[in-house]
T-cell receptor, first 117, second 111 residues
Framework: GAVVSQHPSWVICKSGTSVKIECRSLDFQATTMFWYRQFPKQSLMLMATSNEGSKATYEQGVEKDKFLINHASLTLSTLTVTSAHPEDSSFYIC?????????????FGPGTRLTVL | DAKTTQPTSMDCAEGRAANLPCNHSTISGNEYVYWYRQIHSQGPQYIIHGLKNNETNEMASLIITEDRKSSTLILPHATLRDTAVYYCIVRPIQGAQKLVFGQGTRLTINP
């Protein structure tokens, strides 16, 4: 299957700082990427849809000014958590849509665990 | 988007076939059935998907009922590494194509 990477795999930061997470599709081009958040013992929750070259579409209740998404190329999307607070501590997972092989399947990255102190 | 219903948890003996059911009674004709699994602290892994025909790949088989209101994911020879949360998701063929995750089924493979 297609490979999606995330960097970093984990990060610890102080309250008030900003953290950038990268999501890359390694062996395919992705015009659309998605960002999810997962709290302990809960399911994945979609935060936003990221389209290459255009603004992201955020789900209801997700603050676009707090979670900045940039999808500047067909293989890279970034999520920046601005002014992070302890309640932003979570497991952030991206996925990339592979529309080039005819299946239009989404493949997920390994996730980034964010801990805000 | 159509919703799915899955059992909260299931157990299966190692080496046996694991059959995971999913109800999607409100599915429409232009929606796929997708299966993913998530092993603890990892990102979800794509398993298989189908529209109306049964599908098989190296990981699993997907059996979709004729009325498409339910499906079963079959892991033919479960191993301990198959212990994970399995998600059945219905997704439109066209449009936003975002995946909406429910609570899934926690499958435990026992030695």
């Amino acid at each position: 299957g297609a490979v999606v990477s995330q960097h970093p795999s984990w990060v610890i930061c102080k309250s008030g700082t900003s953290v950038k997470i990268e999501c890359r599709s390694l062996d395919f081009q992705a015009t659309t990427m998605f960002w999810y958040r997962q709290f302990p013992k809960q399911s994945l929750m979609l935060m936003a849809t990221s389209n290459e070259g255009s603004k992201a579409t955020y789900e209801q209740g997700v603050e676009k000014d707090k979670f900045l998404i940039n999808h500047a190329s067909l293989t890279l999307s970034t999520l920046t958590v601005t002014s992070a607070h302890p309640e932003d501590s979570s497991f952030y997972i991206c996925s990339a849509r592979d529309s080039g092989r005819g299946t239009d399947t989404q493949y997920f990255g390994p996730g980034t665990r964010l801990t805000v102190l | 988007d159509a919703k799915t219903t899955q059992p909260t948890s299931m157990d299966c003996a190692e080496g046996r076939a694991a059959n995971l059911p999913c109800n999607h009674s409100t599915i429409s004709g232009n929606e796929y059935v997708y299966w993913y699994r998530q092993i603890h602290s990892q990102g979800p892994q794509y398993i298989i998907h189908g529209l109306k025909n049964n599908e098989t790949n190296e990981m699993a088989s997907l059996i979709i009922t004729e009325d498409r209101k339910s499906s079963t994911l079959i892991l033919p020879h479960a191993t301990l590494r198959d212990t994970a949360v399995y998600y059945c998701i219905v997704r439109p063929i066209q449009g936003a194509q975002k995946l909406v995750f429910g609570q899934g089924t926690r499958l435990t493979i026992n030695p």
